[in-house]
């Protein structure tokens, strides 16, 4: 059951925090999630991971990567589970939102799978060498981390017609205008359909609804902002994500991350 956590001080723009393969996986309950970006694998045995109240089975070759300070919680359904994993860091560990599509979830199929599984396999192998030469071994992550910006399923998205026309669309605006007052019902009204549908459709593509989502990309920026403007008051930072009762903003930031605003920029 090999895995490796890093020694080093976070010094490069993405790191491993810690990798592993072969490992015998326990049940884990996270009501806070984790801290980082998290990527779990099946060699052998099949498991199941709870997240946003969804299951997704993760059968041998399948893999789950999940956002940081998400809630979630993972189990064997067979008797032996045998996982892979790694865990990201980094001094630009923050734009990983972003290659991603700010997607809370990335899964990965089969076919991929085999591919990161052969990678986190190789960089098992020779992390003596790659653990003294940081700047490769950064390399080497950043290289698995484009494996979920390029996985089969953002692939297939650009295929999809009802994902064109009715979720991207609705994605730039966030992205354009998270700092506005935004509701689901506005951004439904913007594509011609009902806010159910639309959330429907969110969870059918991404696994979040609309709210999930806006939420979700608010939050990341808010902590963008919490990290590189030390000096930015909480009551700013609040506003200039779109949340107009900061209030409510420590609130949704303590529920989606585990901890408050200021908990969060110390931590970092």
């Known amino acids: 059951m090999p895995i490796h956590y890093r020694s080093s001080p976070v010094s490069e723009p993405f790191l491993f925090d810690s990798i592993g393969c072969r490992w015998h996986q326990d049940r884990v309950v996270r009501p806070k999630g984790y801290p980082l970006y998290h990527y779990l694998q099946t060699e052998q045995g099949r498991g199941t991971v709870r997240a946003q109240g969804a299951e997704y089975i993760l059968n041998e070759g399948e893999g789950i990567l999940i956002s940081p300070f998400l809630r979630h919680s993972y189990a064997n359904d067979t008797k032996e589970w045998l996982t892979t994993f790694a865990t990201f860091t980094g001094t630009i560990a923050g734009s990983i939102d972003k290659m991603i599509g700010n997607r809370p979830i990335v899964l990965i199929e089969k076919e991929q799978g085999l591919q990161i599984a052969g990678l986190i396999s190789d960089i098992m192998q020779h992390w003596d060498t790659l653990s003294s030469d940081s700047h490769m ?26 994902y064109l026309r009715y979720v ?15 509701t689901v019902q506005e951004l439904s009204g913007r594509v011609y359909v009902t806010p159910q549908y639309l959330s429907r459709l969110f969870r059918r593509f991404l696994g979040c609804s609309v709210y999930e989502y806006l939420t979700l990309y608010r939050i990341n920026k808010a902590r963008e902002f919490l990290v590189l ?8 930072i609040a506003q200039e994500t779109g949340f107009a009762d900061t209030s409510h903003f420590i609130a949704m930031f303590k529920k989606t991350t585990g901890v408050t605003p200021l908990e969060f920029r110390r931590l970092n």
Request: with cysteine; net charge negative.
């Open 137 to 162: 071994l950064s390399l080497r992550c950043y290289d698995l981390l484009m494996h979920f910006t390029n996985n089969a399923h953002t692939r297939a998205l650009a295929d999809e017609p009802l």
């Open 168 to 182: 991207a669309p609705v994605i730039k605006v966030i992205e354009t205008h998270f700092s506005t007052e935004l």
């Open 229 to 236: 403007n030390p000096r930015m008051e909480v009551q700013q």
